[in-house]
């Protein structure tokens, strides 16, 4: 948010509190009802059953988080990572109650340690390494006379703003989306955005 919109990091940090919450908050009636399916049943179909909303739930927040662009409105910018956060919040407990079952009682202490060390680690590597990828990638596809500034690793996406006329910035607008939807040819893009800044001269 911070590049693509120009945000403040407190901006930014604001924008992201309906996911961190949504996922917090989510997670307590989940695991109520959990709790209240295995006192009822003696079995782990609770657990089974909110696996399978949440997955449903965030994978349809992340698909929404999709039709996100620079001209999205502050309710998509909220409510989208908001369903997100929800389905999230409802694998917090689930996973973990289905696995200490298959523990002894002697091995729960070792069995939590790892399975949060697993978790916490595989998302911290797994957003490193996503936001790498996608920063190498859009680095050498971008023009190299656009008035991006490429310093470090990322990329400060709010100077697309500033690039005159408004027709190339829509043109080129509509190319970072296809970059998004479908892996192209580099030379495509640069082809379409030449012939745009072309027409327009």
């Known amino acids: ?9 407190l ?10 919450l949504g996922s917090s908050l989510a997670s307590m009636p989940a695991a109520w009802f959990i709790g209240h399916w295995q006192r009822r049943t003696k079995d782990t179909n609770g657990q089974n ?3 399978q909303i949440g997955l ?3 994978t349809l ?5 999709i039709l996100l662009d620079e001209n999205a409105t ?10 997100a956060g929800v389905g999230l919040g409802m694998l917090f407990h689930a996973p973990y109650q289905v696995f200490t079952q298959a523990l ?4 729960l202490a070792t069995g939590t340690s790892a399975f949060f060390l697993v978790r916490f680690t595989g998302a911290t590597v797994g957003l490193a390494v996503a936001g790498a990828i996608f920063n190498a990638r859009m680095s050498h596809r971008v023009l190299a006379d656009l008035p991006l500034n490429k310093s470090g690793t990322s990329i ?9 006329p408004l027709v190339l910035r829509r043109q080129l607008s509509l190319v970072l989306k296809k970059l998004r939807i479908q892996d192209q040819n580099p030379t495509q893009e640069t082809q379409i955005a030449e012939k745009s800044s072309e027409t327009n001269a």
């Open 104 to 107: 002894k009682p002697q091995e």
């Open 61 to 65: 927040g992340f698909g929404l988080l």
């Open 156 to 164: 400060d996406y709010s100077l697309i703003r500033s690039i005159e």
């Open 74 to 83: 502050i309710a998509a910018q909220v409510g989208f990572p908001l369903v």
């Open 49 to 51: 059953l909110m696996i």
């Open 1 to 9: 948010m911070a590049a693509a919109n120009g945000c403040t990091p």
């Open 11 to 20: 901006e930014a940090g604001l924008k992201v509190l309906p996911y961190a």
């Open 56 to 58: 449903l739930v965030s």
